[in-house]
């Protein structure tokens, strides 16, 4: 029977790999640690993998395929899970982000994770020390895969608004942000579907100064959200939650400066960066 028509309702596609993973490498004869030395990634992560904690990123089921045999079945179902972060709890808003037909984002911290670059990423993953080399890489490739979402045939209509001191934050450093804020103008200028708005710090208090959010369109289901914080966010459906957020969203966009004004000060600020 087809892995898929075996799972449907079942299982999501990452507990499928877990399961799928486990039965190669009992198939194959191989412990994890014997599996570790064949892909060059650590047993544990493989342990993690194969407890539905981790997302494995395409390279590992890749390796996975050609050192268990098994014919490309763990890339396959690699692509099933789609893109986005390693971790579990995002699973739900990385499907909700990759059907939206809109996306309404705010940020008062840092660049939204649509339009962040490699280095950019890797240098918020990195800081603190929080993570591993191999947990910081596995982020941001994650991170990227998420971005072809706005490369798709129909892409989302992708509004962000990021707070002015977002330009000036050094993240990464003088040549990390002048490429990060050249890649943002690149994205709107080849996007047309993808718009960018700053509000500048001149505003002082207002809205969006409670934390990051962002809404998303789903098709024949309405609005839904996520609320970011460094516990793992939270999922905001209730229609009155969502109301509320729009009021709040409205109001920040009445704060900001227009797109072109926005570019136009990326651009700016990009130069500054030296």
Known sequence: MPWKERYVGEKSALDLFADELRRARARAGVTQEALSQQINFSASLIAKIELSQRRPT???????????????????????????PVLPWFEQWATNERIATSLRSFEPAVIPGLLQTKEYARALFSGGGLLT??????QITARLERQEVLNRADPPYFNAVIDERVLHQPVGGPEVMREQLRHIVKVCETHPRVRIQV?????????????PFVIATLPEEGDVAFLDDPLGGRFVDRTEDIAALLRTWESI???????????????EVAEQWS
């Open 133 to 138: 080399v191999e947990e910081v890489e596995e």
């Open 58 to 84: 395409r390279d590992f089921a890749r390796r996975c395929d050609q050192a268990l045999d098994t014919g490309g079945l763990l890339e396959r179902i690699r692509e099933s899970i789609g893109s986005g």
């Open 199 to 211: 509000v500048p710090t001149r505003v002082g208090s207002y809205a969006g100064l409670n934390g």
């Open 253 to 267: 966009r009445g704060d900001a400066l227009s797109h072109q004004q926005s570019t136009e000060l990326i651009r």
